[in-house]
């Protein structure tokens, strides 16, 4: 079973990027209020309520040279201390003490976020080339408050 992690940044926007750092936000089955996308057709939705990112990929990044911070890809919850992998499709996760998701899948890149890489190759993250390196998308299962530093941990799915 995974450890426990944290929410390091909680991000949003009034569409695109980078997505800027608030200290709590509501979620709702359609992701964090006072958030918005530039291209709601491609993102958001309830199956892409939420995009969640690793901070230590993003250190990682930042380390290989990129301009990438929490934020900056899109993201609006940015999280330490979990193995990204176990972040996987199906997968529950319980965000402080209230919100439930579930991963639904990895993100792909697209153009807009060109700006957080040396090179502007944004497939630098895409699951498909990287795994372990992606974005992911979830859909909100329990709707409530999160705050920069819940806690982050694994939860069963229920069995019918």
Same mark, same amino acid.
Not at 19 to 28: F, G, H, L, M, S
Not at 29 to 39: K, S, T, Y
Not at 72 to 87: M, P, R, S
């Given at each position: 079973? @995974? *450890?426990?992690?944290?929410?390091?940044?909680?991000?949003?926007?009034?569409? /695109?990027?980078?997505?800027?750092?608030?200290?709590? @936000?509501?979620?709702?089955?359609?992701?964090?209020? *006072?958030?918005?996308?530039?291209?709601?057709?491609?993102?958001?939705?309830?199956?892409?309520?939420? +995009?969640?990112?690793?901070?230590?990929?993003?250190? @990682?990044?930042? @380390?290989?040279?990129?301009? %990438?911070?929490?934020?900056?890809?899109?993201?609006?919850?940015? %999280?330490? *201390?979990?193995?990204?992998?176990?972040?996987?499709? /199906?997968?529950?996760?319980?965000?402080?003490?209230? =919100?439930?998701?579930? %991963?639904?899948?990895?993100?792909?890149? +697209?153009?807009? %976020?060109?700006?957080?890489?040396?090179? *502007?190759?944004?497939?630098?993250?895409?699951?498909?080339?990287?795994? /372990?390196?992606?974005?992911?998308?979830?859909?909100?299962?329990?709707?409530? =408050? =999160?705050?920069?530093?819940?806690? =982050?941990?694994?939860?069963?799915?229920?069995? /019918?």
């Amino acid at each position: 079973m @995974a *450890g426990e992690g944290r929410i390091v940044s909680l991000n949003v926007s009034q569409g /695109g990027v980078p997505k800027r750092p608030v200290i709590e @936000a509501r979620v709702t089955r359609l992701g964090l209020e *006072g958030d918005r996308q530039a291209h709601p057709d491609v993102h958001g939705g309830p199956e892409r309520a939420l +995009c969640l990112f690793s901070a230590e990929v993003i250190a @990682a990044l930042q @380390a290989e040279g990129h301009p %990438i911070a929490p934020g900056t890809t899109g993201e609006n919850v940015t %999280i330490a *201390g979990l193995d990204w992998a176990e972040l996987a499709p /199906g997968t529950r996760w319980r965000l402080g003490a209230e =919100v439930e998701i579930e %991963i639904t899948r990895p993100t792909t890149p +697209c153009k807009t %976020i060109a700006g957080s890489f040396a090179d *502007g190759d944004f497939n630098r993250i895409h699951h498909a080339r990287y795994p /372990g390196w992606s974005r992911v998308y979830a859909r909100v299962l329990r709707e409530g =408050v =999160v705050r920069a530093g819940d806690p =982050v941990t694994r939860v069963e799915a229920e069995r /019918g």
